[in-house]
């Protein structure tokens, strides 16, 4: 497959849809897929950069949701494992297998396990065989001092399977690549600010283009408000239409470590659990799930939250004795919870919810609230479904299930070897790199690398190298610095990359899309901005 530009849909073009879709997080993308491989004109506008709000504050897990089992959630956890299964299919390149140690496991976690493992009794209907999961198991109490975290000392434990995506931000890319590849328009930076209404029927958005700063009427037979934790404001821009708010939002943070455990660590008590989890050879420790009463474009991570954090992990580690200092970075997000929950956020459920605004009277508008990544895929099919109702215009038959993401393949041997074999003058570990995260497009960026004085050096410990960056510019749509550290690439997710790195990548970006120096100044700043928690 070869590589794709992404192109950014603007006002010269059509502006007449079957759908549009507001926000460009894992909900809008994987809709956005659904809608154009059926056949339906479709729209993506995205306000920042795609996938840049919850959809980036993942702990990063493919999962069932081990702890839904609790309140009995049997449907949420079936469609959860089934999507866990298709997403390692589709997508093998950034959904692995991933091994979870419970330790001191009680009755209630023992037939927890038990009850998941039936239920993902299709866990091994996998494309690529090597990928198999097996079934919890009890680990050996030699094995077991190796695999927990040191100074842990469990009595025994449990270790049990799920998927962790070693870049939720390039898999919700790879979503928008594959509708854009099934003929889907797509822009970021590119907010709608109200909804186009007449005689109480949506028919379509007024949005504001941050890049030609210009105002864009755009017309659409149906209307989807996947805005995540902003669904209500969208809606508060038309008075004719609401969703039941809920009373308190749910934010949660994760910490980035140095490496603390080889396997996921799990701690759970009565109020909640969290997990030691490796990622990029460190740990992410998290999630909290703090009720947030406050204004949600206001929300970010805060000193206050990390140090609150810090203390019950020390409470419930003590052995870690974590300091501040030992925190490389930190980030997080509100969970769009659809329930009207009262402060137990926690227990909320996390089932998406789809509102037909039908219900009050407003035709052409669903808003669509996304409770988990993992379920986005089958959510799109189910916003579709409604979609193709209201619009009535015949779909194609076409499964997302059963067709690879754009660029998303795990390749043969041979592939591999022959590409190892094309790219001589690179380190193996760095053609290995580039073939996780790109997939089938690794072969057009290692291209590209060769015409940059050191464009496949590696600048950090996973092998991340500098024609990425030309890569995410040219070809993946970045716009801002930003986009380029935390979302194409991973170069800023490990603490601050340092100011030549950062310096370096500003130029290669900069003098692509042609910043001013003042620009690109501004541009080092937001992304040094993402290090300052006040
Ligand atoms: C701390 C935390 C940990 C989580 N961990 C996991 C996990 O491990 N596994 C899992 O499966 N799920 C997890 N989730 C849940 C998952 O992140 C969410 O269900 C999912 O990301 C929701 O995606 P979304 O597209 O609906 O929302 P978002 O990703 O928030 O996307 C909405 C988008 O709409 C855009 N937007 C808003 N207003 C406008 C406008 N007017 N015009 C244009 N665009 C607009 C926003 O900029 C945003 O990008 C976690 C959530 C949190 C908070």
Not at 22 to 29: K, R
Not at 280 to 291: C, E
Not at 404 to 427: V, Y
Not at 446 to 461: F, H, I, S, V
Request: hydrophobic share 35%; glycine share 8%.
């Amino acid at each position: 497959m070869s590589s794709l530009k992404m192109h950014r849909w603007t006002s010269s073009e059509s502006r007449e849809f079957d759908l549009l879709i507001i926000g460009g997080g894992i909900t809008g993308a994987t809709l956005a897929y659904e809608s154009a491989s059926r056949g339906y004109k479709t729209l993506l506008l995205e306000k920042g950069d795609f996938g840049a709000a919850t959809s980036a504050a993942t702990g990063k897990l493919i999962h069932g949701g081990l702890r839904y089992l609790k309140k009995l959630e049997l449907g949420l956890v079936r469609e959860s494992l089934r999507e866990r299964r298709i997403l390692s299919n589709i997508a093998p390149n950034l959904v692995i297998p991933y091994p979870i140690l419970l330790p001191n496991p009680g009755l209630v976690e023992r037939l927890g396990l038990l009850a998941y493992d039936l239920l993902s009794y299709d866990r091994n209907r996998l494309w690529d065989k090597s990928r198999r999961m097996p079934r919890t198991s009890k680990i050996q109490r030699e094995r077991l001092r190796q695999a927990a975290p040191e100074g842990s000392a469990p009595e025994s434990a449990l270790r049990y399977f799920d998927c962790m995506c070693i870049s939720p931000e390039r898999l919700t890319l790879a979503f928008l690549k594959s509708a854009i590849s099934a003929g889907a328009s797509v822009a970021n930076y590119m907010e709608a600010r109200k909804f186009l209404i007449h005689e109480k029927r949506v028919h379509g958005a007024v949005a504001h283009d941050q890049i030609r700063n210009e105002e864009i009427e755009i017309r659409a037979r149906c209307v989807v408000n996947a805005t995540g934790p902003w669904v209500q404001s969208m809606l508060r821009s038309s008075t004719e239409t609401s969703v039941p708010t809920p009373r308190v939002r749910s934010e949660g943070i994760y910490l980035i470590t140095r490496k603390l455990s080889d396997e996921m660590y799990l701690f759970v008590s009565e109020h909640g659990h969290f997990s030691f989890a490796p990622w990029r050879n460190h740990t992410l420790i998290g999630p909290t799930d703090t009720p947030y009463h406050g204004d949600v474009s206001q929300w970010k991570v805060t000193e206050q939250s990390i140090q609150n954090f810090l203390k019950v992990i020390n409470a419930a580690a003590p052995w870690v004795s974590l300091r501040r200092e030992d925190v490389q970075f930190a980030y997080g997000g509100l969970r769009p919870l659809t329930e009207t929950t009262d402060e137990d956020t926690y227990n909320a459920s996390r089932k998406s919810e789809l509102h037909d605004h039908a219900a009050e009277g407003v035709e052409g508008l669903i808003t669509a609230a996304g409770g988990k990544y993992t379920t986005s895929r089958a959510f799109a099919g189910h916003i579709f479904d409604r979609v193709i109702q209201k619009v009535g215009k015949p779909a194609k038959d076409f499964k997302t299930s059963d067709h690879f993401l754009h660029g998303c393949r795990s390749s043969t041997r041979k592939e591999s070897q022959d590409l190892h074999r094309h790219f001589d003058e690179f380190a193996p570990e760095t053609i290995d790199y580039v073939l996780r995260h790109y997939g089938s497009e690794a072969a057009a960026l290692l291209t590209m690398a060769r015409t940059m004085p050191e464009g496949a050096l590696p600048r950090n410990a996973d092998g991340e190298i500098l024609a990425e960056a030309l890569f995410a510019v040219r070809n993946e749509m970045a716009l801002g610095l930003d986009d380029v550290f935390f979302r194409r690439t991973g170069l800023g997710w490990l603490g601050h990359p340092g100011q030549a790195l950062l310096q370096k990548v500003a130029s290669i970006v900069g003098a692509e899309l042609e910043w001013t120096e003042s620009e690109k100044k501004s541009q080092v700043e937001r992304v040094e901005e993402r290090y300052r928690f006040a």
